[in-house]
């Protein structure tokens, strides 16, 4: 199975948001929505990766996206910087470093991944998606159609991955769907082939299904004794149908480490809401649930997410929307990421 290595060519330092200089420059080409097109769609048509540009495409074309982050078709668009031809150079460099890495698990339109910097050398993360395998966990349903948590959780996770992978990172995914990938569909198909990171099958009964993936965890912590190293699980939670929720996270009351991780996390999901739904306050939370197995018993500092409520229509278009799944992993990662920088100035 595959298991990611810490990553040393340092490039281009991804940026989340652009200045206004920047946004109306004159390198910024004009394209037109045609029918049908989303934000993914647009950018992989000229040649940009969607990962990297979503952020910088929103800021300079906020004014002109509409609800769930649609485009109108027939308006015009500015393209971040560095499309069309510029971006065919740049691939065509970083063919031949080190820098770009071929990751299958990834899914054939991810699966090339360019090294950003080295933000994250030398940490240790292992990336647990909920559930798997026989066991949908939570189940909703949108319109005509049903939708679980392990889908739903693990193309989080696994957006995640690639993210802290580009900043350096060691990455294990504990759980692996081999065929899945990253995917952009909003109805993610169900199914129940996803393995360990072993490679062994998942198995049906619940109490060894979660010592099965800790075990896995803990095993691998015994090879990083000297590391930072942080463990995330991700779920999707079930409520009533009416209710509302924003992301919150726990951690173990005695892990001042899973603490802090998840505050800082925390704080990004804040900031973000500010700044992006300035008219709503986020709810979202952190606090102790030492008795969650995946908490209680893995070896590294453990920070357990959940993303919103399965059931409920404005929670569902969080995690349904390809666009909102890839932003829940880029502010996930920033806060991962402050944590990181955070311990090496102690």
């Not at 979503?54 to 499309?83: C, H, V």
């Not at 971006?87 to 991810?110: C, I, N, Q, R, W």
């Not at 949908?136 to 949108?142: C, L, N, Q, T, W």
């Amino acid at each position: 199975m595959i298991m990611f290595n810490t990553l040393r060519t340092l490039i281009l330092s991804c940026i989340l948001s652009l200045t206004a200089s920047f946004a109306f420059s004159q390198s910024n080409s004009k394209v037109v929505a045609k029918a049908g097109d989303g934000i993914y769609l647009l950018l992989r048509r000229h040649g940009l990766d969607p990962t990297q540009h979503l952020q910088a495409f929103m800021e300079l074309n906020k004014k002109n996206i509409g609800q769930d982050n649609s485009l109108y078709a027939g308006r015009t668009y500015f393209l971040p910087s560095g499309s069309a031809g510029a971006a065919e150079k740049t691939t065509v460099k970083a063919a031949t470093a080190p820098s770009v890495l071929e990751v299958p698990l990834f899914g054939e339109d991810y699966a090339r991944v360019e090294i950003l910097d080295r933000e994250l050398q030398g940490a240790v993360y292992y990336l647990m998606a909920g559930h798997s395998g026989p066991d949908p966990g939570a189940v909703g349903k949108y319109g005509p159609y049903m939708l679980s948590e392990d889908e739903y959780a693990y193309d989080v996770t696994v957006r995640l991955a690639r993210r802290l992978m580009e900043h350096g990172a060691t990455v294990y995914m504990i759980i692996q769907d081999p065929d899945d990938g990253i995917r952009d569909e909003n109805i993610l198909k169900m199914d129940r082939d996803e393995l360990s990171y072993s490679g062994k099958p998942i198995p049906y009964d619940h109490n060894k299904r979660l010592r099965q993936r800790v075990n896995e965890v803990n095993k691998l912590y015994l090879q990083h004794q000297n590391d930072y190293q942080r463990m995330l699980s991700v779920h999707v939670d079930s409520r009533s149908k009416s209710q509302n929720i924003d992301v919150f996270f726990y951690h173990h009351e005695n892990s001042p480490s899973g603490q802090a991780l998840a505050e800082r996390i925390h704080e990004v999901f804040t900031n973000k809401y500010n700044r992006y739904q300035p008219n709503r306050d986020y709810y979202g939370s952190v606090s102790p649930r030492s008795s969650l197995y995946v908490v209680k018993y893995s070896n590294p500092p453990t920070v357990f997410v959940e993303l919103g409520n399965i059931r409920n229509d404005k929670d569902q278009r969080r995690f349904v929307i390809p666009n909102n799944r890839q932003a829940l992993a880029n502010w996930i990662c920033d806060g991962i990421m402050a944590d990181y920088k955070a311990s090496k100035e102690k």
